[in-house]
C-alpha cells in the first residue's frame, strides 16, 4: 500500500512539473487516500498484533 502512495505522489510531482494541473491533482488525491488506508491498516495491525499460541 505505502508502495502504490509513493508512485503515485512520484506521478503527481512529475504531471505537476511538466504543467498537467489536473493529473497532478488526481494523482495527489488518490495518493492522499492510499497513505490514510495505509495508516489505519497499521496502527490496526499495532494495535492488535500478533497474538501468542
Excluded at 505505502?2 to 512539473?17: E, K
Excluded at 498537467?20 to 492510499?34: H, M, N, P, T, Y
Amino acid at each position: 500500500m505505502l508502495r502504490w502512495t509513493i508512485t503515485f505522489i512520484i506521478l503527481a510531482i512529475i504531471a505537476g512539473v511538466l504543467g498537467f494541473g489536473g493529473i497532478a491533482a488526481g494523482a495527489a488525491s488518490i495518493a492522499k487516500v492510499l497513505f490514510f488506508i495505509f495508516l489505519v491498516l497499521f496502527i490496526f495491525s499495532l494495535i492488535t498484533g500478533r497474538k501468542k499460541i
